[in-house]
């Protein structure tokens, strides 16, 4: 088991910033291509970024796309999720995970952390 832990939500306003961060005790986050996720109230888990082993790719959905940037320190074993013009729709639980591969699939490869939690008011 990984023990992935996020950190770095809170309560912001609209167009403020937040830097959400992942970590896991063992090598879980140095040698998997990782993604973060939102869920928000009533609705689904979604990919919203990912970021491959080597840190030389990267994907994000079309609704983050010009606001969040992923990144990766392997030295640190930290995967951090830079989000910058936060808009009230951005609100939900985010987690981090594993993953098969960095794609628009979002395949998790390991299991669930406790999330952090980011809200966005007017």
């Known amino acids: 088991a990984q023990d992935v832990v996020e950190s770095g939500g809170g309560l912001v306003q609209a167009g403020e910033s937040l830097r959400l961060s992942c970590t896991t005790p063992d090598l879980t986050v140095v040698i998997n291509d990782m993604g973060w996720f939102r869920q928000a109230p009533g609705k689904e888990r979604e990919g919203v970024s990912c970021i491959d082993y080597s840190g030389s790719r990267t994907y994000y959905v079309d609704s983050v796309k010009g606001r969040f940037a992923i990144s990766r320190d392997n030295a640190k074993r930290t995967l951090y999720l830079q989000m910058r013009n936060l808009k009230p729709e951005d609100t939900a639980m985010y987690y981090c995970?594993?993953?098969?591969?960095?794609?628009?699939?979002?395949?998790?490869?390991?299991?669930w952390g406790r999330g952090t939690q980011v809200t966005i008011s007017l």
């Open positions: 995970a594993p993953l098969y591969s960095c794609d628009n699939e979002f395949r998790n490869s390991g299991s």
